[in-house]
């Protein structure tokens, strides 16, 4: 029999959720099924799945009618399996002896840079994987765009348009605190769309005088301010601290705090009263845009294909308007920041 109708291939998303993994688990497996005639399984909550044979079915019929839908029908988690002991045996050696009992020899696992950086070490290792990328952050390198992104600010935006009415009714300041942990690419964008009047990202760290400086301005110009600042964004020559002290299993730290901070500094240097919103988990939830749901199933459509053609180590990427194969390893190499000319721009805008 021809070897690729053996060919079983485990599925698993990994790292926060975000709108469009439904729609890359839809594409591979209807044109893996369809096409290739390869046999799937799911694995719950990322490298769980794998780590404690966790399956679940994955046929047609369990991807019927999940593309409209947010979050991951697979479940998701931040396990790290080279953080795994077990009796006797590591995290990379559970999952090869799971892996080799359930009969499956690849791996197409959908994942930000701590789920893609797994999968370039096991592939190293002998494990066949291929990787989808995904992050609403919009923060790695060798892909232009990840789908979840343009949910994430459109859901940004919209918040960003109704606080705009209810803090000119009040004559209030505003502050919206959006999703980055490391690059402000969510706050840059949101903010632009949104006609915030300040955006704050972690890449250029800013001084509270001259935030204070453009509330102030605003309000003089009668209308009132709105400023949109990323969880990674951090004042300069400030010593504050704003994280919970708490690491997941990948050393990330929780943050949290800039948004209230920020607030109490302009009331208490300007004597306007500012109020801040924390928009959180709101931007990874519900259903994906169009754009997010095309892109998700133009990766899921070639992420199957490269598995059909045995490109094990290959990532899909967005290229311009191409999907493109890279190495995983070129996905997780480094962080895509906002660059400096690109935060320039935006500050036209800015008071
Ligand atoms: O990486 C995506 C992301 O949404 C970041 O923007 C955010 O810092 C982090 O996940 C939050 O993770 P969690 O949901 O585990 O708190």
């Not at 053996?6 to 975000?18: I, N």
């Not at 004559?171 to 942990?181: F, N, P, S």
């Not at 845009?289 to 133009?298: G, H, I, S």
Request: aromatic residues 6%; glycine residues 14%.
């Amino acid at each position: 029999m021809d070897r690729l109708c053996l060919m079983r291939v485990g599925v698993l998303t990994g790292g926060g959720d975000c709108p469009g993994l439904n729609a890359v688990i839809r594409a591979v497996v209807r044109r893996g099924i369809q096409e290739f005639g390869l046999e799937f399984v799911g694995f719950r909550d990322g490298w769980r799945g794998p780590l404690e044979a966790d399956t679940v079915p994955l046929d047609v019929h369990a991807v019927r009618g999940i593309l409209p839908r947010g979050g991951t029908i697979l479940g998701s988690s931040r396990t790290n399996p080279f953080k795994e002991g077990g009796p006797g045996r590591n995290g990379v050696e559970r999952i090869k002896d799971n892996l080799a009992g359930l009969g499956v020899d690849t791996l197409v696992a959908i994942g930000g840079e701590d789920t893609l950086g797994v999968a370039a070490r096991l592939h190293q290792q002998g494990i066949n994987v291929v990787g989808v990328p995904k992050t609403i952050d919009n923060d790695l390198s060798a892909t232009d765009y990840t789908f979840g992104f343009d949910t994430a600010v459109n859901i940004a935006m919209e918040a960003i348009d109704r606080l705009h009415t209810t803090a000119e009714s009040h004559h209030r300041a505003l502050i919206v605190e959006v999703m980055g942990r490391h690059a402000g690419w969510i706050a840059l964008h949101a903010g632009l769309a949104g006609g915030a009047n300040v955006i704050l990202i972690p890449e250029r760290p800013f001084e509270i005088d001259r935030v204070c400086a453009w509330v102030e301005h605003r309000f003089q110009t009668r209308y009132a301010p709105i400023v949109v600042v990323a969880e990674g964004a951090y004042p300069a020559n400030e010593d504050l601290s704003l994280t919970t002290g708490q690491l997941d299993a990948f050393g990330h730290v929780r943050l949290g705090g800039i948004g209230q901070l920020l607030a109490d500094e302009i009331e208490k240097r300007t004597g306007k009263e500012a109020r801040c919103t924390v928009l959180g988990h709101i931007q990874r939830g519900g259903t994906p845009t169009a754009f997010d749901r095309v892109l998700a199933t133009r990766f899921g459509l070639a992420a199957v294909s490269a598995v059909h053609d045995e490109a094990f180590g290959a990532m899909v990427a967005l290229r311009g308007t191409e999907i493109v194969r890279v190495p995983i390893s070129e996905g997780t190499r480094e962080l895509k920041l906002v660059p400096v000319e690109r935060y320039a721009e935006a500050e036209v805008f800015f008071g």
